[in-house]
């Protein structure tokens, strides 16, 4: 009885689920109810990370893309300073992602988390948000390459990396000209080295790497030079000239063989074409210039009674034009026909009488004292002052200090003895120059002319104040600073030295036509000072136990400012504050060590 009820509700259950209003009912009821969860799940994630989204180890669920950026920044930055190893044959190049030019984007990042299961079609975003919220997925952070950051370390490690490619060469052995085989080089591969760097960023693999390495090959080979033999040697007996004046000098087969260069033709890239090494070039006209330059100058003035009575013929200047020199010289070497060439040489040339320059009167002086000073200061001082002497600078010329003294270095006469570089008194190859240079400011300063550059030393100096106060020195260093001043007189200006080392003076004095103007000068006015620090002593080895030895002197520091004020009549012609920012300076003494 039991079981016949229960087949019949079945059976009546079974014709209302097979019904299509059924169907149509329940199929709504479900689209309804999806839709409702779907709509509910976008707007409480509309502007929140979905669940399940994670990056660096940080849970990113529900976080909006402000919060996640604050939580990404940190460990980006982080993961920034992280090191990462390059190794090559026994060497190991260990520098932070940020030094091999890693940035990771924070922004970029977040927006990364962010747009996690929202790009794409919907089948997708489903499944990314399904796979978000079951089983969670990690997300890699956002990584570039700074170009210029990487370049730079690039260049750094490629200086202790690889090997130039030599290309082939000519060269005289015995007299016979032979040609010397090329070389293969190897570099690194740049291209395959940043993206070692940047896949390493993006997928966090912080394990050693070996550098990629690439071979270099020679632009040419030895067989393309042997082709050009018979043209080599034809250049090399053709024995150019070169003129200036009187002056001849005659090309060695030595010095073309260091003149010449071989390129592959930008017409045809089977050609190798003949051309000239800028290199050589450069140096070979350099060497010109050092024996062709002088500056223009005058005689031996006596002066009596302010003024010049006896005056020698003065000397033109003479200037290489070396860029244009460079092609001349290209020019004649590679070309067979010209077999002489003249060397373009501005002249500053000058008249026999010294009245048409106007040297006629004192203008000013400036003097200092080097009491106290090194036998090889003492040197440098009187060959530095020495290469000024007899100047002569035309009306309307702006005078150079560091370009008219030319090179200083060992090459050129001078010794060692200290210098003021990078802060810190050393040992270095022209000291004593400022002392000059101080002293030739001081005379543009008295003489009236206009001061066109001018720098304070970095500290106060003990010889430019044994007879001056502070704010009168000026320090040079090639190419700067420099010492530079202008000629507005209406005639030439000499300089002329007078240089005594029994009383440790040296003057510079300057001659021309006065124009009337005066000088007034005030100072120095000291606006504040500074203590120097306590005395520095440092051990040496080369002293003998016990044996001290001052290399530094202390000195206060200083805000000074110098006034001048130059008129002519009643007009002012120049009025001038020279200010000078004076460190506070420790003395330091060398101490034999015990």
Not at 89 to 95: G, N, P, R, T
Not at 311 to 339: N, R, T
Not at 355 to 383: A, C, P
Not at 447 to 476: C, M, N, S, W
Request: charged residues 25%; hydrophobic residues 35%.
């Amino acid at each position: 009885m039991i079981l016949k009820k229960l087949k019949k509700s079945l059976k009546s259950f079974l014709q209302i689920f097979l019904t299509r209003d059924f169907w149509i009912y329940f199929s709504s009821s479900l689209l309804l109810a999806f839709s409702i969860i779907f709509f509910a799940y976008h707007l409480a994630y509309a502007r929140k990370t979905i669940p399940g989204v994670r990056m660096l180890g940080l849970d990113l669920s529900n976080k909006s893309e402000r919060q996640t950026l604050s939580l990404l920044k940190p460990r980006l930055v982080e993961l920034e300073s992280a090191n990462l190893q390059f190794s090559y044959q026994d060497k190991v190049f260990s520098k932070s992602m940020y030094e091999w030019g890693v940035r990771y984007d924070a922004t970029s990042s977040a927006q990364k988390a962010f747009a996690f299961g929202r790009s794409g079609h919907v089948f997708k975003t489903t499944k990314d948000k399904f796979q978000a919220g079951t089983a969670g997925v990690s997300l890699l952070p956002v990584a570039s390459i700074d170009e210029q950051s990487f370049s730079a370390t690039l260049s750094e490690v490629a200086a202790d990396v690889g090997k130039p490619k030599e290309n082939p060469y000519f060269a005289l052995v015995e007299g016979s000209l032979e040609v010397v085989p090329g070389e293969s080089g190897y570099e690194i591969d740049e291209n395959s080295f940043q993206e070692l760097i940047l896949r390493a960023a993006q997928e966090l693999d912080f394990s050693q790497k070996e550098l990629p390495i690439e071979e270099v090959e020679p632009d040419y080979t030895k067989a393309d030079l042997e082709n050009l033999e018979v043209e080599v040697a034809e250049l090399l007996v053709s024995s150019p000239k070169l003129t200036f004046g009187s002056r001849t000098w005659t090309l060695s087969e030595q010095e073309i063989l260091k003149l010449l260069d071989f390129e592959v033709a930008p017409e045809n890239p089977n050609k190798i074409q003949i051309t000239t090494n800028e290199e050589g070039l450069s140096s070979f006209v350099s060497s010109l210039a050092a024996s062709i330059n002088q500056p223009m100058r005058g005689g031996t003035f006596e002066l009596q009674d302010g003024r010049v009575i006896d005056f020698a013929l003065p000397q033109p200047g003479y200037h290489l034009k070396e860029e244009e020199a460079k092609q001349v010289v290209s020019e004649v070497v590679l070309d067979l026909e010209k077999s002489e060439v003249e060397l373009p040489v501005e002249v500053k040339d000058v008249q026999a009488n010294a009245n048409q320059y106007g040297i006629r009167s004192l203008l000013g002086t400036g003097s200092s004292n080097f009491s106290g000073s090194s036998l090889g200061r003492i040197h440098n001082i009187d060959l530095a002052s020495s290469r000024l002497d007899g100047i002569l600078i035309p009306p309307g010329e702006t005078f150079s200090f560091n370009e008219t003294l030319g090179d200083v270095s060992s090459e050129t006469g001078y010794k060692t003895s200290y210098v003021i570089k990078d802060g810190r008194t050393i040992l270095g190859v022209g000291g004593g120059v400022c002392q000059v240079s101080t002293t030739m400011f001081r005379a543009a300063l008295n003489a009236g002319l206009p001061i066109v550059e001018r720098a304070a030393h970095a500290y106060r100096v003990h010889y430019y104040e044994q007879d001056k106060g502070p704010g009168f020195d000026a320090t040079v260093y090639s190419p700067s600073p420099d010492v530079k001043f202008e000629n507005d007189t209406p005639a030439h200006v000499l300089i002329k030295r007078y240089y005594n080392p029994s009383t440790s003076t040296l003057q510079f004095s300057f001659y021309g036509t006065s124009d009337g103007r005066t000088v007034n000068i005030v100072g120095p006015i000291i606006h504040s000072q500074t203590p120097p620090p306590e005395p520095e002593y440092i051990e040496d080895e080369s002293l003998e136990p016990g044996e001290t030895k001052q290399v530094d002197w202390a000195a206060w520091g200083a805000r000074v400012t110098v006034k001048r004020k130059v008129t002519r009549g009643g007009e002012v012609l120049h009025e001038d504050n020279f200010y000078s920012s004076y460190q506070p300076w420790r003395a330091v003494y060398l101490v034999g060590k015990e």
